[in-house]
């Protein structure tokens, strides 16, 4: 069954520290994994894309590395900031009209 | 350069009834996808139009339908309406097929509310 599983599925951290996203995925064939942060009440924004050759790709504080062997996906955040809080989606699309969507893990950083 | 839009922003609507969303990608943009958010399923993919043809599909019944049009602009209708479709409908865009590596850019969606 194609199922992507993120965790934690919440996550309470002190503004300033790191923090570590997961995401695992059984969805094959598999074409690329994205991240996308959500802000309550707002529309998705894409973080980054990741194809199967690709181990790391970062797009400022965030980093996301992706091993195609485990099919896991990490997403880190360095230094947080109090914006940072929203909900962090992974989606693994595995070719036509296979899109699949993680539950997401909702990230609440506090001053 | 205008993202997307999305209208209606929100919507009241009674069970049995239909509803129509419209969406306008970004400009140039050929795409668009059309996703539902509920607390919970979380994200769904409906479908996806590249240049006026449907070219993927999620598993929805065929209540939910779409099109779009020569300027890319798309629209959703959901018919029969039941109280499980309450949800926020979010449509992306992006320059070209959502199997590709291109850009998503998503709107702020329309809250529908089926009463």
């Known amino acids: 069954k194609n199922q992507v599983e993120q965790s934690p599925q919440s996550l309470i951290i002190l503004e300033g520290k790191n923090c570590t996203l997961q995401?695992?995925?059984?969805?094959?064939?598999?074409?690329?994994l994205r991240w996308y942060k959500q802000d309550t009440g707002r529309g998705p924004v894409s973080l980054t894309i990741?194809?199967?050759?690709?181990n790391t790709k970062s797009n400022g504080r965030y980093t996301a590395t992706l091993d195609a062997d485990t099919k896991q996906s990490s997403l880190h955040i360095t230094a947080s900031q109090l914006s940072d809080s929203a909900s962090y989606i992974c989606v693994v699309h595995g070719g036509y009209n296979k899109l699949i969507f993680g539950a997401g893990t909702r990230l609440a950083v506090h001053p | 350069k205008a993202g997307v839009t999305q209208t209606p922003r929100y919507l009241i609507k009674t069970r049995g009834q239909q509803v129509t969303l419209s969406c306008s990608p970004i400009s140039g943009h050929r795409s668009v996808s059309w996703y539902q958010q509920t607390p919970g399923q979380g994200l769904q993919f409906l479908f996806e139009?590249?240049?006026?043809?449907?070219?993927n599909k999620g598993n929805f019944p065929g209540r939910f339908s779409g099109r779009q049009f020569s300027n890319s602009r798309s629209e959703m209708n959901v018919s029969t309406l039941e109280l499980g479709d309450s949800a926020l409908y979010l449509c992306?865009?992006?320059?070209?097929?959502?199997?590709?590596?291109?850009?998503?850019?998503f709107g702020p969606g329309t809250r529908l509310t089926v009463t």
């Open positions: 139009y590249f240049s006026e043809t449907q070219r």
């Open positions: 995401c695992n995925y059984t969805v094959s064939p598999f074409s690329n």
């Open positions: 990741m194809t199967f050759s690709e």
């Open positions: 992306a865009s992006s320059l070209a097929e959502i199997t590709g590596t291109y850009e998503q850019y």
